[in-house]
């Protein structure tokens, strides 16, 4: 039983007094069982145990009992709230204050003792206001100048290797004591050792050094705009911007380069967050096309692309320069991709943030690429050119995508419901309205009465792009597909000529199998997020009118040559159809369910009959001798 267990170790620590490694074995075993059990931990501070620890890390004049007991009271205010909200008082903060200042304490009693700070002012304000009131966080800070040497390079070293571990413990206790909740007080005072941090990374880029100062500096300028214009003032941002230019060097040789570099990028983008002006510094180290590079990496996790896109929007948000360097090496297709291609929302809004900040440098940029001298080979300035030449085109592609996004969140739903009352209403009336014509052909009288009426194509309004589309227009053609619609004021143009019903059915017939869709396929199959949305965008759709006028034109000019024949410019199908893609097997029924033949396409048709004739008698005679 837990209980019975915590109950006799607290009596082995009371009656071992004279024995200190006796007790360091019962503080170990109580560690075990309190360890991320706030049951366990809250009994033991029932029964007495909490505070008898605490006075036993104060009164025991061996050295192992007082960083044994200071690592329980750590392990048990970290699993039991309460036992943090007991101890959590200035008094605590003071003798912690001691051993730190004592000469005779050790590295280890050091490290113990700055534990016991970080689980305090982990995520409680009161510990936050405690260890500023009480002068600890000054301490901290002065060990966190002292402690290491940027001379020691050689970390692992035995010597070395206890001073980076307490080194290591006072980052994390800083970055506690300013974050999570943030504490303005807490990150003025941090920032005095900014010039200390730039100086280690002006030294080292090993990862045990620039990780646990990123952490520090990152959530101490969080939020931040005094403490993050300090930085800037003193070089931090470009010592930062360096260090990302160093490690996108060795990336290529080195995955852990590779991470550590979306390390110190995300510290990049909390320096700048709230002053996207100070992103102009980067601009002289080329941060952006690094941050590009950087973004392509496929091992990087979802947390880290997302952080390296706000960072870039950070630094275009003002920037031309930056602007200017995100299109030159291809960040706006790239930003693009990312709106297509990913599914999830955090990293698509980032994109779209990126797309957001550069929309209003459209024609600016453009201009001004053109009068920046640059330094670069002439083979490097011929790609320049061409990519300039296509920057006009994406810049007005991310244009009408943000367009897209703010319209088609409030009208997705309904586009779906109206498309497919359209797409249907459209279909029942086109095959009402090609039965009729069928019907009418056979009687030359109602034919022609037919023809002088307007015939009415159902058409439906698309509010992505304000265009009329056609209804057997399909949601999203692929790429190079010619999409064979006709709208209302097209079949009225070609009726209005008296061109016979069965031409337009044979245009219609022409059409591939894939063209020709039902109600529920024209509506696209409505595909959720912005994902489909933007596909849409790249394969957009012809221009309907435009294509329908000229289909009309080629019938108009196929109809003057023959127009010298009387009554054949009407009813010939032969001289009508001269445009159109047939062979010979269906010229030939078209040209035999025609009326009216011309004189030309007549002497054809009986050409025909008579070869055909010949070929069966010959076949007849060939089967006869063989019988």
Same mark, same amino acid.
């Given at each position: ?164 571990? +307490?080194?290591?413990? *006072?980052?994390? /206790? %800083?970055? $506690? !004591?300013?974050? &999570? ?78 991470? +550590?570099?979306?390390? *110190?990028?995300? /510290? %990049?983008? $909390? !320096?700048?967050? &709230? ?353």
């Amino acid at each position: 039983d837990v209980k019975t267990d915590l109950n006799l170790l607290l009596e082995c620590l009371k009656y071992q007094m004279d024995c200190p490694l006796s007790q360091k074995e019962a503080l170990i075993t109580i560690c075990s069982i309190c360890q991320q059990n706030s049951e366990a931990s809250e009994y033991f501070r029932e029964i007495g145990g909490l505070m008898f620890i605490n006075d036993l890390a104060k009164s025991s004049v061996h050295c192992i009992v007082k960083e044994a007991a200071l690592f329980t009271l750590g392990i048990i205010i970290e699993s039991n709230v309460y036992c943090q909200q007991t101890l959590c008082t200035s008094a605590l903060f003071e003798d912690l204050i001691l051993f730190l200042i004592k000469k005779d304490s050790g590295v280890n009693l050091k490290r113990m003792s700055v534990y016991v700070i970080l689980v305090l002012v982990s995520n409680n304000k009161n510990g936050q206001t405690y260890v500023r009131d009480t002068g600890c966080i000054s301490l901290l800070l002065q060990l966190f100048r002292t402690t290491l040497s940027t001379s020691e390079k050689n970390l692992s070293d035995e010597n070395t290797y206890p001073c980076y571990q +307490l080194w290591s413990s *006072v980052c994390s /206790t %800083l970055c $506690a !004591c300013v974050n &999570n909740p943030q504490n303005e007080d807490n990150q003025h005072i941090c920032c005095s050792v900014f010039p200390y941090a730039k100086e280690w990374l002006e030294s080292c880029t090993e990862p045990e050094i620039v990780r646990p100062i990123c952490s520090f500096l990152g959530l101490t300028v969080a939020n931040n705009s005094y403490v993050q214009k300090y930085f800037v003032s003193i070089g931090g941002l470009d010592t930062l911007a360096k260090v990302l230019l160093e490690l996108m060097h060795d990336s290529c040789l080195s995955n852990s380069s590779m991470k +550590l570099a979306a390390v *110190v990028t995300k /510290t %990049l983008d $909390a !320096c700048i967050a &709230n002053n996207s002006t100070m992103g102009v510094i980067l601009a002289k180290y080329h941060t952006v096309s690094q941050l590009l590079k950087l973004l392509s990496n496929e091992t990087l996790s979802l947390g880290e692309k997302t952080s390296i896109i706000l960072t870039i929007g950070h630094c275009t948000e003002v920037c031309e320069e930056n602007q200017c360097e995100l299109l030159q090496n291809n960040g706006l297709p790239l930003m693009i991709q990312v709106l297509t291609e990913s599914q999830e929302e955090e990293l698509i809004k980032a994109a779209t943030y990126v797309l957001q900040n550069c929309k209003q440098m459209t024609e600016q940029l453009s201009l001004k690429l053109y009068d920046n001298s640059l330094n670069v080979s002439n083979a490097e300035e011929l790609d320049v050119q061409v990519r300039k030449s296509c920057l006009q085109d994406y810049w007005k592609k991310a244009k009408e995508i943000l367009h897209r996004i703010k319209s088609n969140e409030k009208e997705h739903d309904e586009e779906k419901v109206q498309g497919e009352i359209f797409v249907e209403e459209s279909s029942v009336a086109n095959s009402e309205a090609l039965k009729a014509r069928e019907v009418n052909l056979a009687d030359p009288k109602k034919y022609r009465e037919g023809t002088q009426k307007d015939v009415s194509c159902p058409q439906f309004t698309s509010k992505l792009n304000n265009q009329v589309l056609a209804p057997s227009v399909t949601s999203a053609p692929q790429k190079n597909e010619t999409v064979n619609t006709m709208d209302a004021a097209s079949t009225r143009q070609i009726e209005q000529r008296n061109i016979p019903c069965s031409v337009i059915e044979l245009q219609t017939d022409s059409v591939p199998p894939s063209h020709n869709i039902n109600g529920k396929t024209a509506c696209g199959k409505n595909q959720s997020g912005l994902q489909a949305r933007f596909i849409s965008f790249f394969c957009p759709h012809l221009d309907q009118h435009s294509f329908c006028s000229e289909k009309a034109e080629r019938v108009k000019s196929t109809s003057a040559t023959s127009s010298s024949h009387k009554m054949a410019d009407l009813r010939c199908l032969g001289c009508i159809a001269g445009g159109l893609s047939l062979n010979s097997k269906t010229f030939t029924k078209m040209l035999q369910s025609c009326l009216h033949r011309c004189e030309h396409h007549r002497v054809i048709l009986e050409a025909e009959e008579r070869y055909r004739g010949e070929l069966c008698r010959m076949t007849a005679g060939n089967n006869s001798r063989s019988a």
